[in-house]
């Protein structure tokens, strides 16, 4: 029995004296969380594009509606142009208010799913923006 003991801590003192594989350790420890950091930050960024392109679009067409009569008419013309302007949200929904109190008002709605393997239920974060121009004709 004492010479299972012996033997026993024989090994295990080779064992921390060895320094062969603390670098894949490390690594193992690390990759998963750096992983998840550049993920995080391309989807963040993905977000940040969504929502600007929707700002931009809802803008543009609330200020087309109030001042451009021929290109923005009406509201579903109004609502086209939103549409057209923001080129990468096909899942984006419109809104054109002609008759608001603040002139020309346009709404839009987006979900941005993010879309992780290994996940039971995606992550989904909508985001609804609206601008409003002061009618100019």
Do not use: D
């Amino acid at each position: 029995m004492r010479g299972m003991i012996y033997r026993s801590v024989a090994v295990f003192r080779r064992l921390t004296a060895c320094r062969q594989g603390g670098a894949a350790i490390e690594m193992g420890i690390v990759l998963p969380v750096l992983t998840l950091m550049i993920v995080g930050a391309i989807y963040t960024g993905c977000l940040l594009y969504a929502t600007n392109m929707l700002v931009y679009a809802v803008e543009s067409a609330a200020r087309c509606g109030a001042v451009n009569a021929n290109t923005c008419p009406t509201a579903a013309k109004t609502q086209q142009f939103a549409a057209a302007l923001a080129m990468g949200l096909s899942g984006a929904t419109f809104t054109a208010n002609s008759g608001a109190t603040c002139g020309e008002q346009v709404s839009a709605t987006y979900t941005f799913t993010f879309l992780l393997p290994f996940q039971a239920k995606n992550l989904s974060i909508p985001i609804n923006i609206s601008a409003c121009f002061p009618n100019q004709i």
